[in-house]
């Protein structure tokens, strides 16, 4: 059994295998792998029974629940009309630079995913980023390169 | 009419009238035969309400209000012309325009087209907006040998995910992405060949654009028939000449027999033969091995012979089973599907009959059907030592044929099938309709085994008729011939499914033991055959009802009712097959099947 | 716009209010009272929806509790994706044991036993924390031998369903599209069963208002925007934050406690909103008689570019549309384009005409709030700042 089917097989156990349990599931998918993979929306409509279509369809949907790959951690910086003001542009392009990527790729080692998202709710403090569930509002330049450095450290 | 519900009473462009409640309000304005226009909207389909082309102005409401998903309510004003409607409506088929790859005049649709239609009727030739068609939209799908998927003509208005999610449950497509990405697709943006769809083309009979649409192989068949060093054979299934009609200016549910064949020979195919021959000739293998499965299974208790026996002309359902229930592929019945038992032979028996080379032959059929196509293409269909069956045309193609052919339809004088194989009973006529395999299959049966006809008035097998989705009946065996003496007394539990979405609920309910058959017959469309996937659009029950009528009403006519008295039956048997399940039929009338993946 | 008299500018506090307030005690209280009278008390209240729309409250949860269907649901809207807008957040950060109780106040009033919070998924870092208050409190009520309990759903970045009928569509793990309506939530919502569904910060002011009383939150505000709001302070302000104030003040008042001393224009209710310039920031009144606002309020002065503005909204719109009717799939795209256009000198400036009048019927003829309220944003800014659309 590979890692993406145990994994499902415990988020349906955990949840349920009712329609009404698909997006629980997918997000139970995402946080451990980031994506979700072919085989991995296969497996979600085989133990749900439902067709691998509308898994797709409802995955592609949602912002957060990717079908395409992703880095180890995901950084998506709010790109909202007052993170824009308080100057989001400097930190993705300081990201950009740092990671040597544009918005929306990924880093060759995989470490890393930089997107751009709507608005993440902390108007009042931006610019903001989240890296994985994680937030971290009013960035500067530094404050972001050292964010994304000390995951870099923490992440094999 | 129920009584129990409320009338609900209102005015639509002041007009006063009193409906249903629960009744939309486009009902209630077709009732007074205000048309609203609608895109979205489908009579087999549930509500989606996202076009908004139908949207109409209610008297104190802030919004307008789509006429197709909103009830009527008591003392209800609306106007279904105002300017305010007017002018809405305008600018949602302008934007539709802006994102639908607008190349009318080589569109296969051209003139059939929904868009087209409501595009002309209120003059937006000129429209202003920008153009958003996606370049990389514009490449359409041709993996798959039957259905064309187009995304640039596609406006959205997913018809075709309800119809493949509510009538025959496979949800091959999906609608997927949001905002300015939202698309329909399939499972990740895989080739139609590629994924769970099983080619009944459902889907291309309720699109309104030329987004979904048959693959076409008219070019094909003209070239073979303006070759002279090839002979030309067409075969025509049951429920084309019930539908032809439709796309030649004919009503629903006019039978169109002797027109079709003179046009088909004033096309000029070398011989019109009739795949109700074959429905014949499938009714005889069919049947034999029905009776034969019981045998195996009731008296020798063999383990391998599986009930109940499941008929195998639909090759939707066919595929459909390989996708989703592939542990009941045993149950599927080895007999070809009559286009596919034509195809063999017209390159075999028909040849040596006529003096022909089978690879002079070149083998059309016209079905109303669009996974026909994919069939024919199967490679097990190669048993004549050639494609079998070569090019597969729907009813809509042929009607095309029809009209760049410039023959006028309506004037023209009937004309015969030709022979060997152009002969058919009612019983293979009603092969077109749901139900009508196992009318034809019990008509034979039954007389095989006991000598006498089937136990009903005329030869009319009624509970299997109809257009209930699933419909069972018992027929009880009595005077059995003593070869078949096992049988005396047995009841024969047999059912009917039409649609997907029933044949699922009906083999769920075989998988889990609820239910206990020992024949059932699957059409993939809903009606059958008649509402097949090639067939004239638009489709409703209520044309497919005229449709069936048809179907019956021929069967009726016909001086021979039974398959097994078909004289040209006979004849093939005598002349080159020997008997049912023989050798040879085994060899070009019967195939087998493969497990596919199911999600 | 109406010319109503406007309040004087006033800071409330009633939804962080954490002294004399104890959330439980509320639910001790109220919970020996018949379910008929706390929902008489939130109808006399006046109290309408926090969440933009502003349906009163209290009807609603009469409605529900009218139905004859089980099982019946309370669902708290917590799918805050408005731009501008955060309070939601910092309500649930701050004071969640007022939304939980306010949530089974009217699971006791209407005969709920389920309450689910649908929390955004940019808000997971909020879970951990949520989840093990709800313990507590799930706890506590099964001691009052009340049969309620509440649990969380998580979204997954979609703003559109912050719309009730998607949010549903989501909550049942299906893509968040908006249902037609009727039928309304209060007969078919989650489950296609009867729901309330309220606004994280409704909640807190059903709360209140059993816990206070009906005629003090009434005091505040005006007749047709009773009691106070928090909002979402953002922009260019010196002070950006969370603010609870009393309803029906104007905005030239605002703007004198909040702006730069430079403000050029505030968009009041976020991108959905409308753009109000300076020269009717006297005669605006924030409330449901003048521009009703979630709470959002983003303040721009006059080093910004307008065309940005607007441009960033459509294409946020463009990208969060669910895409299932035209006038938005469309139409957002075709506002989007058609600005880029003028700008560009591809098209002519009267396009912005054409593209209004585009805009108007999107409101019309939008099958939910989404695409209705696009033009609220594109007229606006259009009508007031065209030059800067232009050049």
């Known amino acids: 059994m590979s890692n993406t089917d145990a994994l499902i097989k415990n988020l349906v156990e955990k949840h349920g295998n009712s329609r009404n349990n698909l997006m629980p599931i997918l997000q139970g998918v995402v946080r451990e792998e980031r994506s979700l993979t072919e085989e991995a929306m296969l497996k979600v409509a085989e133990a749900l029974d439902i067709s691998s279509a509308e898994v797709y369809g409802t995955a592609s949907f949602y912002t957060f629940l990717d079908t395409m790959p992703r880095g180890k951690n995901v950084i998506r910086i709010c790109k909202t009309i007052t993170c824009h003001m308080k100057g989001k542009d400097e930190i993705i392009e300081a990201l950009e630079k740092e990671l040597n990527i544009n918005v929306g790729e990924t880093t060759s080692d995989k470490k890393f995913t930089l997107l751009s998202a709507n608005c993440l709710g902390w108007c009042h403090k931006g610019p903001v980023m989240l890296v994985n569930d994680d937030i971290y509002p009013e960035l500067t330049v530094d404050k972001a390169l050292e964010i994304v450095q000390e995951y870099a450290h923490n992440s094999k | 009419m129920s009584n129990n519900k409320y009338l609900v009473n209102l005015t639509v462009n002041n007009k006063p009238v009193s409906v249903e409640e629960g009744t939309t309000i486009l009902d209630a304005a077709r009732k007074l035969k205000f048309k609203i226009p609608t895109l979205c909207h489908h009579p087999d389909l549930h509500v989606a309400g996202n076009c908004r082309v139908c949207v109409v102005e209610q008297k104190g409401a802030r919004n307008l209000v789509a006429s197709c998903a909103t009830p009527v309510s008591e003392g209800m004003e609306i106007y279904t012309n105002s300017a305010k409607v007017r002018e809405s409506r305008k600018h949602v088929i302008e934007l539709l325009l802006s994102e639908h790859n607008a190349d009318c005049t080589k569109c296969i649709k051209n003139g059939r087209c929904e868009l087209q239609e409501l595009a002309s009727e209120y003059r937006v030739g000129d429209h202003v907006f920008l153009d958003l068609v996606d370049e990389k939209d514009k490449i359409p799908d041709i993996s798959s040998p039957s259905i064309q998927k187009d995304d640039s003509k596609c406006i959205r208005c997913q018809r075709c995910v309800r119809t493949c999610s509510e009538l025959q449950a496979v949800s091959a497509l999906a609608v997927v992405n949001k905002g300015d990405e939202q698309r329909v697709s399939t499972f990740l943006n895989k080739p139609l060949d590629d994924v769970v769809c099983t080619n009944c083309g459902q889907c291309v009979n309720r699109c309104p654009t030329g987004a979904l649409t048959e693959r076409a192989y008219l070019d094909n068949v003209w070239e073979a028939i303006n070759d002279p060093s090839k002979h030309t054979v067409v075969q025509t299934a049951p429920a084309v000449r019930i539908g032809l009609g439709e796309d030649l200016g004919v009503d629903p549910g006019q039978r169109v027999t002797g027109k079709m064949v003179a046009a088909l020979k004033a096309i000029g195919f070398d011989s019109v033969l009739d795949t109700d021959f074959t429905a014949d000739l499938t009714i005889m293998e069919e049947g034999t091995e029905l009776l034969t499965r019981l045998k195996e299974a009731l008296v020798d208790n063999n383990e391998s012979t599986k009930l109940p026996m499941m008929t195998s002309c639909s090759p939707g359902w066919v595929k459909f089973q390989e996708h989703m229930f592939p542990e009941l592929l045993p149950n599927l019945s080895s007999c070809k599907s009559p286009q596919q038992m034509f195809g063999p032979l017209a390159k075999t028996y028909y040849a040596q009959k006529k003096g022909l080379k089978a690879e002079n032959i070149v083998s059309v059929s016209v079905m109303p059907c669009t996974a026909k196509k994919f069939e024919a293409e199967r490679p097990e269909m190669r048993a004549s030592g050639y494609q079998d069956v070569d090019y597969v045309l729907t009813t809509r193609e042929m009607a095309m044929m029809v009209k760049q052919a410039g023959i006028e339809f309506e004037s023209l004088e009937d004309q015969n099938y030709d022979s060997i194989m152009g002969k058919s009973s009612g019983a293979g006529v009603i092969f077109g309709a749901t139900g009508g395999v196992m009318e034809a299959a019990l008509r034979t049966a039954y007389e095989i085994v006991t000598g006498e006809e089937v136990p009903f008035k005329n030869l009319n097998i009624t509970p299997v008729r109809g257009m209930e989705g699933v419909r069972d009946a018992q027929i009880t065996v009595k005077g059995a011939k003593p070869e078949w003496s096992f049988l005396e007394g047995a009841t024969l539990n047999v059912a009917v499914a039409h649609g997907l979405a029933n044949a699922k609920k009906l083999m769920q309910a075989v998988k889990s033991g609820e239910k206990e058959y020992h024949f059932i017959e699957v059409m993939g469309c809903p009606g059958g055959c008649l509402g097949g996937g090639g067939q004239p659009i638009p489709t409703s029950q209520e044309i497919r009802d005229a449709r069936a009528k048809a179907i019956y009403d021929e069967d009726a006519d016909m001086p021979i009712r039974k398959s097994h008295e078909n004289p040209e039956i006979q004849a093939i048997y005598n002349d080159f097959l020997g008997e049912p399940l023989s050798h040879k039929s085994h060899d070009l009338l019967h195939t087998h099947y493969k497990p596919r993946k199911r999600y | ?391």
């Open chain 3, 1 to 391: 716009m109406e010319t109503a008299e406007a309040k004087n500018f006033k800071k409330v506090d009633i939804i962080f209010e954490c002294q004399d307030c104890k959330p439980i005690e509320v639910l001790d209280t109220n919970l020996e009272r018949k379910p008929d009278d706390i929902i008489l008390d939130i109808i006399d209240s006046g109290l309408k929806g926090r969440g933009g729309a502003g349906f009163p409250t209290g009807l609603k949860w009469k409605f529900t509790k009218n139905e004859t269907a089980e099982p019946k649901y309370v669902i708290c809207n917590a799918d805050e994706g408005e731009p501008g807008t955060f309070k939601d957040r910092e309500i649930l950060d701050r004071v969640p044991e007022k939304v939980f109780v306010g949530m089974a106040l009217c699971g006791y009033s209407i005969g709920a036993k389920e309450g689910i919070i649908y929390l955004r998924g940019e808000y997971n870092f909020l879970l951990k924390d949520l989840n093990k208050k709800l313990e507590k409190f799930n706890k506590q009520l099964k001691d009052r031998n009340l049969d309620f309990s509440i649990s969380i759903k998580s979204g997954s970045g979609a703003y559109i369903c912050g719309e009730e009928s998607a949010l549903f569509e989501s909550m049942e793990g299906k893509r968040g599209e908006p249902r037609n309506k009727p039928p309304y939530p209060t007969t078919e919502g989650y489950n296609f069963k009867p729901t309330v569904i309220n606004n994280v910060e409704t909640l807190v002011y059903t709360t209140m208002i059993c816990n206070l009383g009906p005629d003090k939150f009434k005091e505040l505000g005006t007749k047709d925007s009773r009691g106070s709001k928090v909002f979402s302070v953002s922009g260019d302000t010196p002070i950006a934050g969370i603010y609870e104030l009393e309803l029906g003040m104007s905005l030239s008042t605002f703007v004198e406690e909040f702006g730069d001393g430079d403000t050029k224009s505030v968009q009041v209710g976020g991108a959905s909103g409308h753009c109000v310039p300076r020269k009717y920031f006297e005669d605006t009144i924030i409330g449901f008689e003048g521009i009703p606002t979630g709470g959002s309020m983003m303040i721009f002065n006059s080093t910004r570019s307008m065309y940005n503005v607007l441009h960033d909204y459509l294409e946020f719109f463009t990208e969060e549309s669910c895409g299932q009717c035209t006038p938005c799939r469309v139409g957002c795209q075709q506002l989007l384009k058609g600005i880029e256009a003028v700008k560009r000198g591809e098209r002519k400036p009267s396009y912005l005409d054409d593209l209004k009048k585009l805009a108007s019927n999107m409101n019309l003829s939008a099958k939910c709030g989404l695409g209705q309220s696009v033009a609220n944003p594109f007229n606006s800014i259009v009508d007031n700042f065209r030059e800067e659309i232009i050049y």
